[in-house]
């Protein structure tokens, strides 16, 4: 069970860190990854995380602004979002699955476990 939290109203060059939980266990040996989906707008990929290796991916429209890691104490993947843009308003999904290999992260139909996604609006 993935839960995710942090979002909110920003305002355009804010920054907002979302959260992502498991409350059915640890991430260990998951991929962990953010996506996300604006009214009217298919759902899209954001950025995802290989906990077993490290590997990261971004998409092309978040990469230098946004970064996801991991907070293993807190059991926790995180995605921090900073320079935001009007065009980055959407709900965020947290998704994880086992076992995926690299060139699978970036597509969201090899997630198997989903969050119930968290606003997140920017907006002068």
């Known amino acids: 069970q993935l839960g995710e939290s942090g979002g909110g109203l920003v305002q355009p060059g804010d920054s907002l860190r979302l959260s992502c939980a498991n409350s059915g266990g640890t991430f260990s040996g998951y991929t962990v990854g953010w996506l996300r989906q604006a009214p009217g707008k298919e759902r899209e990929f954001v950025a995802a995380l290989r906990l077993t290796t490290g590997h990261t991916r971004y998409a092309d429209s978040v990469k230098g602004r946004f970064t996801i890691s991991k907070d293993a104490a807190k059991n926790m993947v995180l995605l921090q979002m900073g320079g935001l843009k009007p065009e980055d308003s959407a709900v965020y999904y947290c998704?994880?699955?086992?076992?995926?290999?690299?060139?699978?992260?970036?597509?969201?139909?090899?997630?198997?476990?989903w969050g119930q996604g968290t606003q997140v609006t920017v907006s002068s």
């Open positions: 998704a994880a699955a086992r076992g995926l290999i690299i060139a699978s992260m970036t597509q969201d139909i090899h997630y198997t476990n």
